[in-house]
T-cell receptor
Framework: NAGVTQTPKFRVLKTGQSMTLLCAQD?????MYWYRQDPGMGLRLIHY???????AKGEVPDGYNVSRLKKQNFLLGLESAAPSQTSVYFC?????????????FGPGTRLLVL | AQSVTQLDSHVSVSEGTPVLLRCNYS??????LFWYVQHPNKGLQLLLK??????LVKGINGFEAEFKKSETSFHLTKPSAHMSDAAEYFC??????????????FGKGTMLLVSP
């Protein structure tokens, strides 16, 4: 049982390049989330999914797209990276209320956009 | 709308002395509250959670927190700090939705420094 895994762990991009971050969970959770963490800001929600085939916008969705084609995977895409997207990205999953609303986090992806 | 305020950005203690990390919240619902810990260059690990059962919640590694509705607080404590407790701590409030998912609102974090 690996929990929540994220690929890659670290990436450097040039402005304008695109990339996809992969999140995978093996806990059969319905709900999945993408956050970004910036110094002094805590974590902010980018997008989330309440089930396979569904996605919704969070607090800071601009410049990102997501897809949830399979229940266990949640992809975060940057179509044209900008320096403002330099951050640490965390994925999380949750069984959902009322069963368990706790969110379980992956180890993070550090992204540097030059 | 919900919000979380962590009252101290940094807390410094000596090893073996008590730890107090303060958190106030606001929520329109009956909230669930969490404390997460993040060690350097690591992901977030759940310390403990309050979900409307006992108001004193015990977590891992000797931490506990008390939910005080009248004070809208959820402070984190530990009787005796250990060097391995040095990390960043996040207080989090959950906005429960009828549809089954919850949106977490994070505090900005408190960095705990432990000196020998």
């Amino acid at each position: 049982n690996a929990g929540v895994t994220q690929t890659p762990k670290f990436r450097v991009l040039k402005t304008g390049q695109s990339m996809t971050l992969l999140c995978a969970q093996d806990m059969n959770h319905e709900y999945m989330y993408w956050y970004r963490q910036d110094p002094g800001m805590g974590l902010r929600l980018i997008h989330y999914s309440v089930g396979e085939g569904t996605t919704a916008k969070g607090e800071v969705p601009d410049g990102y797209n997501v897809s949830r084609l399979k229940k266990q995977n949640f992809l975060l895409g940057l179509e044209s990276a900008a320096p403002s997207q330099t951050s640490v990205y965390f994925c999380a999953s949750s069984p959902g209320f009322p069963n368990d609303e706790t969110q379980y986090f992956g180890p993070g992806t550090r992204l540097l956009v030059l | 709308a919900q919000s979380v305020t962590q009252l101290d950005s940094h807390v410094s203690v000596s090893e073996g002395t008590p730890v107090l990390l303060r958190c106030n919240y606001s929520s329109s619902y009956s909230p669930s509250l969490f404390w997460y810990v993040q060690h350097p260059n690591k992901g977030l690990q759940l310390l403990l959670k309050y979900t409307s059962a006992a108001t004193l919640v015990k977590g891992i590694n000797g931490f506990e927190a008390e939910f005080k509705k009248s004070e809208t607080s959820f402070h984190l404590t530990k009787p005796s700090a250990h060097m391995s407790d040095a990390a960043e701590y996040f207080c989090v409030v959950s906005d429960k939705r009828d549809s089954g998912y919850s949106t977490l609102t994070f505090g900005k974090g408190t960095m705990l420094l432990v000196s020998p």
